[in-house]
């Protein structure tokens, strides 16, 4: 499709378990952003991959939270030993890069996580 | 550190009614950017638009419309006739320069226009 593509759209999970969501950016578009959001603290910024470029990490709430981009593509992010406080709406967004990036992001439809 | 205060929740308005919503932001930084994005019941967030600190014009756009006033750190948005489609959560959003997609969002306001 033309769009950001994530899976799953739904994930229920019980609390300890591992799991992954996956993030199929626009083609063409080098940079790849993940946020959550949640009830209670809104929209935040989890981590941000820009081309060959190390990722800026600054976002994520744990060292349970990781995230990988292979062949500069596709995006997986893993929540490991996953808790309650864990449930959100995973979003993933991509762009174009300076000086093309006019700052717009285009967002998938998230992956809402339940950590029963 | 930066920050985005949407201080209304929820906002209710019968169709073709004006509506205005506020941002308010903090920043230590001289350049930044200012965004504003619509979410729709589907969820997928949708960019309105993004001005820049050094671009204090008014923008129209259509029935949008938006206010950047640095001196009151404020970039309002104005949807001017309402209509059922414009009924969503609206996010005010802040960057630093070089970082467009590192967004600090606000809570959000929610907008319903009934018909």
């Known amino acids: 499709g033309a769009g950001v593509s994530q899976s799953p759209s739904n994930k229920v999970t019980e609390k300890g378990k591992d799991v992954e969501l996956r993030c199929d950016p626009i083609?063409?578009?080098?940079?790849l952003y993940w946020y959550r959001q949640s009830l209670g603290q809104g929209l935040e910024f989890l981590i941000y991959f820009q081309g060959n470029s190390a990722p800026d990490k600054s976002g994520l709430p744990s060292d349970r939270f990781s995230a990988e981009r292979t062949g500069g593509s596709v995006s997986t992010l893993t929540i490991q030993r996953t808790q309650q406080e864990d449930s959100a709406v995973y979003l993933c967004?991509?762009?174009?890069?300076?000086?093309?990036?006019?700052?717009?992001?285009?967002f998938g439809e998230g992956s809402r996580l339940t950590v029963l | 550190a930066q920050k985005v205060t949407q201080a209304q929740t929820e906002i209710s308005v019968v169709e073709k009614e004006d509506v205005t919503l506020d941002c308010v932001y903090e920043t230590r930084d001289t350049t930044y950017y200012l965004f504003w994005y619509k979410q729709p019941p589907s969820g997928e967030l949708v960019f309105l638009i993004r001005?820049?600190?050094?671009?204090?014009q008014n923008e129209i756009s259509g029935r949008y419309s938006w206010n950047f006033q640095k001196s009151t750190s404020s970039f309002n948005f104005t949807i001017t006739a309402s209509q059922v489609v414009d009924s969503a959560v609206y996010f005010c959003a802040l960057s630093e320069a070089g970082s467009y997609g590192k967004l600090t969002f606000g809570q959000g306001t929610i907008l319903t226009v009934h018909p």
């Open positions: 083609s063409g578009h080098t940079a």
């Open positions: 001005r820049n600190s050094f671009d204090e």
């Open positions: 967004a991509s762009s174009l890069i300076a000086p093309q990036n006019t700052g717009e992001l285009f």
